[in-house]
Nanobody, 115 residues
């Protein structure tokens, strides 16, 4: 059974930082492309960042220079370091794993950026 479990969300003030984690089980993690999407209330889900099995990264323009995606294959874990957070980063964040396209999703973790 494949499971992706996110953690690390919460309430943070503008300018603050959070680190999201996504622990994977039931898949050969190192063979998968993985990443993060987010969905704000009333908006479509959007890709935030991705990292391929070979380590190539890609970011949405809105988070470039502020967010860093990384993976630890021996620990089967994906990370998203979020710095200089803005109120518009408020959303539910979902990790995914797939080959060419997302196949598995986590349940999401809520991030709220507010003073």
């Amino acid at each position: 059974q494949v499971q992706l479990v996110e953690s690390g969300g919460g309430l943070v003030q503008p300018g603050g930082s959070l680190r999201l984690s996504c622990a994977a089980s039931g898949i050969l993690f190192r063979f998968y492309d993985v990443g993060w999407h987010r969905q704000a209330p009333g908006q479509q889900r959007e890709l935030v960042a991705s990292i391929t099995r070979s380590g190539r990264t890609d970011y949405a323009d809105s988070v470039k220079g502020r967010f860093t995606i990384s993976r630890d294959n021996p620990k089967n874990t994906l990370y998203l370091q979020m710095d200089s957070l803005k109120p518009e980063d408020t959303a539910d964040y979902y990790c995914y794993a797939g080959i060419l396209s997302p196949a598995y999703w986590g349940q999401g973790t809520q991030v709220t950026v507010s003073s």
